[in-house]
């Protein structure tokens, strides 16, 4: 009796984890979505960013590094955190190893972009966009949970 209740513990735990991981990324997906969505609607209206504990909100947002192929880096980013919410609330609902395997590869791209980001920021522009800062931060926590569900839950 003791071992079937460790089990079922151990099961319960797992679980739990599981669910915990999975909304976490739900949450960090949205705070990406909060964050980029302001970035878009400054960009739509064309009013300047109130940025914070940096200045350099709108030499980074206007400048030719802002936009890939014409599209504004807030849509795209938006597009992005969109994705990871719509596959946060697929692995939550079923644990499917195909999402949880999309999730990682994509937070991993999205880490590369992001680390790119702000290199051209500190060494390129020469200026810090504190929402663009906590954008890579939100993708950087969003890589560290997809991997750590990937590695502790992988089905192969």
Request: aromatic content about 16%.
């Amino acid at each position: 009796m003791l071992w079937y209740n460790f089990i079922k513990n151990k099961n319960n735990m797992t679980d739990n984890l599981k669910k915990i991981i999975s909304y976490a990324l739900i949450l960090f997906a949205l705070i990406g979505i909060f964050d980029t969505a302001y970035l878009s609607s400054r960009h739509i209206s064309g009013e300047s960013v109130a940025c914070g504990i940096t200045n350099g909100c709108d030499s980074v947002l206007t400048s030719k590094y802002s936009e890939i192929f014409g599209v504004p880096l807030a849509f795209a980013g938006l597009a992005y955190y969109f994705i990871i919410l719509i596959f946060a609330f697929i692995y939550a609902a079923n644990g499917s190893s195909s999402i949880l395997r999309a999730l990682a590869s994509i937070t991993g791209t999205g880490l590369a972009a992001s680390a790119y980001f702000v290199y051209l920021q500190f060494f390129i522009i020469g200026s810090i966009c504190t929402y663009c800062i906590g954008s890579a931060i939100t993708t950087f926590i969003l890589f560290i949970l997809s991997i750590t569900l990937y590695k502790t839950f992988k089905i192969s």
